[in-house]
């Protein structure tokens, strides 16, 4: 039997004083839609670490201080292959906004407009609750390691 392999990434909600959240819409094939930043944990690199710099590469903004919102597991029970994906929230940050990279377009945007919105990218909707209403660490799902649908599972703080 091999090793399992292990995925980790980030993502982040970046938060302005007026109630907005930097928004992603990606436009990549594999995670369209709307969604916050975030990406690959590089080996080597903390998870912390990892966040602020892809807030920078995909925003332009430097970010200070993130803090975790929750984790959000995907666990293939045969293969033992696991995506683990770390959230933070940012409330301090500067520079300037860049319009967008090859990941797609970044804008702020109405927290309730969010998540009333049709355009997420697919289960996007189920990290929301993470992110903006708290009360949870961990969103987890039984993975069949191909499929992104699957019956989720919150876990409390």
């Given at each position: 039997m091999s090793l399992p392999k292990i995925k980790l990434y980030n993502m982040t909600m970046v938060c302005d004083d007026a109630g907005h959240v930097l928004v992603l819409d990606r436009v990549k094939t594999d995670w369209p839609g709307l969604t916050f930043p975030g990406g690959k944990v590089e080996p080597g690199e903390s998870f912390v670490a990892s966040a602020i710099r892809e807030i920078y590469e995909e925003t332009g903004l430097e970010i200070a201080n993130p803090f975790p919102c929750g984790v959000v597991h995907?666990?293939?029970?045969?293969?033992?292959?696991r995506y683990i994906e770390y959230l933070y929230r940012a409330d301090s940050f500067r520079g300037t906004l860049k319009e967008g990279t090859d990941e797609g377009r970044v804008f702020w945007m109405d927290r309730e407009e969010l998540r009333a919105s049709d355009r997420l990218s697919p289960n996007f909707d189920l990290y929301l609750p993470l992110f903006l209403d708290g009360g949870y660490s961990e969103l987890f799902f039984d993975w069949d390691g191909e499929s992104w649908n699957a019956e989720p599972k919150y876990y409390p703080i």
């Open positions: 995907w666990a293939h029970k045969e293969s033992g292959n």
